[in-house]
T-cell receptor
């Protein structure tokens, strides 16, 4: 069975500081990994996804994530955050054997001026 | 394109009342999903559909029913609402199965309060 763990429920950070949101997964087969973002009072939208190939994936709004198979991680990073990045971020996993996407519990990123 | 839309945006129900949430997508997607979002629990799949006329159970299906009579619409029904069903409900759609690398597109959500 697959599962996703987001280690931090909340991450406070000052504007223009770097940020890393952590995500670990467990799966017995090859996985596809996703990061979705949910801005206040909105639905989720895709930030980036890892399917295969290069382990460094670049997404929208300057975010990137690195797939690390040995550590079963897919951490999300941004070198300099803006106030507008304040949102909840969800890591998710799927594989070829499933017709479902498994979401983590989310990390709330709060950017302060 | 409107993408994925949900009706209504907000609703307050009394215990035992029934209601139907409507999801519509204009992207000609085969797959549609209903999730509920609760604090500290992320998104949990209620039911999903792999095509017109088909439905399947997700992680938390009890107390809900669904129908997919038209490809573009996916209805979620609560026959007898309970306070435990207070939540934010999201509909999503995708061209292919999640396992086939497909991105899911989400609606704006329906906030439901059951008193």
């Amino acid at each position: 069975a697959q599962s996703v763990t987001q280690l931090d429920s909340q991450v406070p950070v000052f504007e223009e500081a770097p940020v890393e949101l952590r995500c670990n997964y467990s799966s017995s087969v090859s996985v596809y990994l996703f990061w979705y973002v949910q801005y206040p009072n909105q639905g989720l939208q895709l930030l980036l996804k890892y399917l295969s190939g290069s382990t460094l994936v670049k997404g929208i709004n300057g975010f990137e994530a690195e797939f690390n198979k040995s550590q079963t991680s897919f951490h999300l990073r941004k070198p300099s955050v803006h106030i507008s990045d304040t949102a909840e971020y969800f890591c998710a996993v799927s594989n070829l054997n499933t017709d479902k996407l498994i979401f983590g519990t989310g990390t709330r990123l709060q950017v302060f001026p | 394109n409107a993408g994925v839309t949900q009706t209504p945006k907000f609703r307050v129900l009394k215990t035992g009342q029934s209601m139907t949430l409507l999801c519509a997508q204009d992207m000609n997607h085969e797959y549609m999903y209903w999730y509920r979002q609760d604090p500290g629990m992320g998104l949990r799949l209620i039911h999903y559909s792999v095509g017109e006329g088909t439905t399947a159970k997700g992680e938390v299906p009890d107390g809900y029913n669904v129908s997919r009579l038209k490809k573009q619409n996916f209805l979620l029904g609560l026959e007898s609402a309970a306070p435990s069903q207070t939540s934010v409900y999201f509909c999503a759609s995708s061209y292919g199965l999640a396992g086939y690398q497909e991105t899911q597109y989400f609606g704006p959500g329906t906030r439901l309060l059951v008193l």
